[in-house]
């Protein structure tokens, strides 16, 4: 009996830890291969704990490049898509699940659908769309948003499913019997028991902004508007390999989204997870 | 748990604004002062709408001069400038050659183009068809009289009645190796091509590669998949009618011959551009490298002296009686139709092509750009220079083999401009990819090859 | 929650007409943004498409169906169509397999499960160029630390270039696309699995189903309205990734992992066929929405709208 169970917990104690080492060993590979020195990185006998150690390439990267601008721009196109999409999201989802209007089943299909365009597609019309429109949208940080929102709310609809249709409609009723209208019971009532599920789009929308690189490489033309991923492959460059530049560059970029998950990701996994126990 | 999310926000939010407060200020410590980078780099209307007594008159220029010495040294010739004049605000945004033939039309067609945009002969005649190209045959003529231009410079841009860049640089392929490595293998330095292929063969030993050649689909490929055409008669990939005669059988020869060579070259340079090769040869894991110059890396990198860099001529076919290069002459273009902002323009370059200040921007990459002026080519700003004191026998060697440099769809005097069709798409490259890769026969492939250049420059 | 619920809901009736303008007033500002965003640029893609447009900003005369002809009778349209099609498969395989095994992992309760469940979406969350840098650094023929272990465990004998011939660098970008968007999944995955009732598997085990059989019968029915989204969505995503492959290998080597969307970027932007690459998109569209159509036709769940 003890032995059966020790064997149990030691075999799943194995498998998780070869699924955290396949998800996590690449990156602590890079993290401690961007304090090493040049020597030690491009030397042919690898070190799995630093030898040496500098930040040699971190001053050089920020000196090199305009690394906190880059992350400024990555930032602000993140929050507004957040925010946008948060709320378009959080509107339709309630008016598709809560509401009975004519229309609302293809509605919701046709929003789903969005992914279906490839949005190669998108690119070259919405490239020369929005550099034709006044107020000019191209290499601006609208440009990204609009794209951005586009790709994340569809999704963020479908999440948001479980949430609204799992809230008894008793409850709702129970608020107009109180006198309050429609939108008061959105806000009183739907909102507080959907947050779980509104703090899982919200994350998502970060997330997918935060890693999208094709249009953002097409969309800005300038220095000035860039994003993390396009600054990151403007780094890679085509006449230097400097991998502790590299190197830096993709452990900067990391930093922030785990800093944010590691204050809300849990929000995430049991927002997906609430909404289908519910 | 949704407050806390709402905290975090908040936490994200004011991370940007003081992300914002502080990014300019970075901005400005490392690339740029104050005045030229804030109005681009936040194009709030705080900052543009700034009290200032007279609007100057702005400059942006884009080149592909991407490494940060590179852009710090221009940013130093900028900065001068824009202090001796006041009127006038010079800045610069580095891009990369691996977009630029997509991003600049895009940019010129949304009306956010660049007032100076810097070329290469292939890539004129693509910024030609979107009509913001300005002719510029006065201001050349004016930079020749003044300091003389060598004439090979002018001559890929002069094309349709007009001069369409205004030359700055050339420069060419050479091949690099290290001295130790030949002594270590007892090779001598390769003229012919069977001399190349048995020390490559030599060389390769003890995990270090003979020779480190590209096979990506890029534009450094076509640049090395050419520097073997030359050297066995097939510099023409055009007939006189502008017709292609890309496949013919010393193309083939040729290509094939870069196949056997690349046997010897590391497992992964399908995917290499130039940066690879230079740190190959840094890091001694390859002995020979095909490259315009790799004289800073090799300087930052390879912790050896500098008698160690050898540089010859690339070896030829035995049946050729020297040997060839490809060699490209830069150029900038002027993109702005508005005469005070060409006037500004060619005041900035009047002052970049002044002996005092022209070798200085030479040698932003050491060794890397040859005059193209001949008060230039014996300027003390030039020769004087740290880095070209030190391996000035090399750059003498380099100028000497850009002496019989080509370049494709520019040879003998003709210019076909429907070879950027070609380029852009890296079709050469492409053809030696299918020989390498796909293991074609190289007669086969080239004449794929030459297909695939027929459909790109039919409309 | 269903229709009929609603319907017979006190208010259902009553509130029915202003239910009407407020649902259309909450919908409309998404619609809205989707008609902007999709829509009117998707109309002028067709309209490009009819053309002969080269290059941006240039201007292009009515050909007909012209680009049509030509991108459908091009070999490597097909070959690019060819290529997608694998690299869906292969990735639909790869990382359903590995995502429900994560997520049954995940199911086990051991120490520092939370942490674990939160950390496991790691490489989903850091932008691809990010990814990329990761594994061409792994990856590389010196310094790379794979090659490295690969050579000093006598699997291999001397480093070798993954992304060099065909099949290798298809191959490592599958998985490189398969081991960024796995833990998405298990997390979805993960989400569903909570939502099975414990009493259904304590059911089972009375009955003497082993564990493989409560999966069959119970968790991997349970689990079909995720499943249909996710292949659903997951497919449309999949199909139009563009970055990974872009960014790792630019579709080479000699076009190896050229798919579709690097196909149509490619004619776009190296070839400078504007209206050509227009035409090749919409039908890759074309495909896309028969590809959706079919799907739900086959998969639909009985409860899922």
């Known amino acids: 009996m003890f032995f059966r169970k020790f064997r149990r917990s030691f075999g799943t104690f194995i498998s998780v830890f070869i699924l955290v080492f396949i998800v996590v060993a690449p990156f602590y590979w890079i993290f401690s291969s961007s304090v090493k020195t040049n020597q030690e990185i491009i030397s042919r006998d690898l070190t799995f704990f630093p030898h040496s150690s500098t930040l040699k390439h971190y001053t050089d990267l920020f000196a090199a490049s305009n690394y906190p601008r880059y992350l400024f721009n990555s930032t602000l196109v993140a929050t507004l898509t957040m925010i946008i999409t948060v709320i378009l999201a959080t509107m339709a989802a309630y008016a598709i699940y809560r509401l009975r209007f004519p229309g609302r089943n293809i509605i919701a299909k046709l929003i789903l659908s969005a992914y279906a365009f490839p949005s190669i597609l998108l690119l070259i019309p919405l490239y020369l769309m929005l550099s034709s429109i006044q107020p000019k949208l191209i290499d601006t940080p609208w440009a990204l948003v609009i794209v951005n929102v586009t790709f994340a709310a569809p999704f963020g609809v479908w999440m948001l499913q479980a949430f609204f249709k799992s809230v008894p409609v008793e409850l709702e009723d129970a608020a107009y019997m109180d006198g309050a209208n429609r939108l008061q019971t959105m806000i009183l009532i739907m909102l507080p028991l959907t947050a779980p ?71 995430f996994v049991e927002g997906l997870t609430a909404g289908s126990v519910k | 748990m949704y407050k806390k999310l709402f905290k975090v926000i908040a936490l994200v939010m004011m991370a940007s604004l003081v992300l914002a407060a502080c990014a300019p200020a970075t901005s400005t410590a490392t690339q740029a002062p104050a005045a030229t980078k804030a109005p681009a780099a936040t194009k709030a209307p705080a900052a543009t709408e700034a009290p200032t007594s007279a609007e100057p008159v702005t400059i942006m220029i884009w080149h592909m001069e991407q490494p940060a010495y590179r852009v710090a040294r221009i940013q130093e010739l900028i900065d001068e400038f824009n202090a001796a004049n006041p009127g006038i605000v010079v800045s610069q945004e580095p891009q990369s050659w691996g977009d630029i033939y997509t991003k600049a039309p895009a940019a010129v067609a949304a009306g956010n183009g660049p007032d100076l945009l810097f070329a290469i002969p292939d890539f004129t005649p693509i910024m030609r068809a979107t009509d913001a190209v300005q002719p510029v045959e006065d201001f050349v003529n004016e930079m020749d009289v003044a300091h003389k231009y060598m004439p090979a410079a002018i001559a890929p841009y002069n094309y349709d009645g007009h001069i369409w860049a205004i030359p700055l640089w050339s420069m060419s392929h050479n091949l ?106 840094a890091s001694k894991t390859c ?116 002496k019989n440099g080509m370049l494709f769809g ?23 990819q299918k020989i390498l890769v796909d293991k074609e026969p190289a007669a086969q492939a080239v004449a794929e090859g030459q297909k695939l250049m027929e459909e790109s420059i039919t409309k | 929650m269903n229709e009929s619920e609603l319907e017979q809901s006190y208010f259902g009736s009553k509130l029915r007409r202003n239910e009407s303008i407020l649902g259309i007033l909450l919908i409309l500002p998404l619609v809205l943004w989707m008609i902007f965003a999709i829509v009117i640029p998707l109309i002028s893609a067709i309209k490009l498409s009819f053309q002969d447009v080269g290059m941006i900003g240039s201007k292009g005369n009515l050909i007909g169906f012209e680009n049509y002809r030509h991108v459908l009778t091009d070999p490597n349209f097909w070959k690019s169509f060819g290529r997608s099609l694998i690299w869906v498969i292969s990735n639909a395989v790869i990382q359903t397999v590995v995502a429900f095994i994560s997520a049954v992992i995940l199911m086990q309760k051991f ?195």
């Open chain 1, 197 to 267: 599920g509104i703090s899982s789009i919200a994350i998502y929308s970060f997330i997918s902004s935060w890693t999208e690189y094709m249009f953002a490489s097409v969309f800005i033309l300038g220095e000035a508007n860039r994003t993390i991923p396009v600054g990151l492959a403007g780094i890679v460059g085509q006449y230097q390999v400097d991998w502790g530049l590299l190197l830096a560059g993709a452990t900067i970029a990391t930093l922030p989204v785990l800093i944010l998950f590691s204050l809300v990701g849990r929000n």
């Open chain 2, 176 to 281: 690099w190796y290290s001295k130790s490595a030949f002594e270590k293998a007892g090779v001598t330095p390769p003229v012919t091509w069977d001399e190349w292929l048995a020390a490559a063969k030599k060389l390769t030993a003890d995990g270090q590669y003979g020779i480190g050649l590209p096979g990506n689909k890029n534009l450094y490929t076509d640049q090395t998949t050419y520097d073997f055409m030359v050297n066995n008669g097939a510099e023409e990939i055009y007939n006189s009618d502008g017709t292609l005669r890309f496949d013919n059988a010393q193309t083939v020869e040729a290509l094939d011959f870069y196949s056997k060579l690349f046997k010897y070259s590391p497992p992964d340079s399908t995917g290499w551009a130039w940066g690879e090769a230079e740190a190959c040869l």
């Open chain 2, 287 to 402: 002995a020979m490298v095909l490259q315009f110059t790799v004289i800073s890396t090799f300087d930052s990198q390879s912790g050896s002296d500098a008698n160690d860099l050898g540089v010859i001529a690339i070896p030829h076919n035995s049946s050729q009686s020297q040997s060839n290069t490809i060699a490209y002459s830069n150029a900038v273009m002027v993109l702005t139709a508005d005469k005070a902002k060409q006037e500004a323009a060619y005041k900035f370059l009047r002052f970049i092509m002044e002996p005092k200040n022209y070798g200085r921007f030479l040698t932003m990459e050491p060794g890397l750009y040859l005059p193209v002026t001949e008060d230039g080519s014996v300027a003390d700003s030039y020769w004087n220079d740290a880095m070209v004191v030190k391996y000035k026998s090399q750059i003498e060697t380099m100028v000497e083999n850009s």
């Open chain 2, 410 to 432: 520019f040879t003998n005097g003709n210019t076909f401009q429907s070879i950027s069709q070609i380029s852009a798409q890296n079709l050469i490259a492409q053809t030696l």
């Open chain 3, 111 to 305: 120490h520092l499960r939370s942490l674990a469940r939160v950390w496991i979406i790691l490489s989903w969350i850091v932008p691809t160029v990010v990814v990329i840098i990761i594994w061409r650094w792994m990856l590389g023929t010196s310094g790379g630390i794979v090659n490295y272990l690969l050579v000093s465990l006598g699997v291999l004998s001397t480093p070798v270039g993954f992304f060099s011939t065909a099949n290798s660098a298809f191959i490592s970008i599958v998985l490189i696309n398969s081991w960024r968007w796995f833990p998405l999944m298990t997390v979805i995955l993960l989400a569903g699995m909570e939502g099975i009732p414990q009493e259904l598997y304590e059911a089972a085990s009375i009955d003497g189903a082993t564990g493989w059989q409560q999966f069959l019968r119970i968790t991997f029915p349970m689990l079909r309205p995720v499943l249909y989204v996710l292949g659903l969505i997951g497919t449309l995503w999949s199909i139009n990734v563009f970055d990974i492959i872009w960014l790792a290998t630019g579709g080479g080597p000699s076009n190896a992992t050229m798919t579709l969307p690097v196909y149509i970027y490619n004619m776009a932007f190296k070839g400078y066929r504007l209206s050509r690459a227009s035409a090749a998109s919409i039908i890759m569209g074309i495909i896309l929405l028969v590809f959706v159509i079919v799907y739900d036709r086959i998969n639909k769940p009985a409860d899922a709208d």
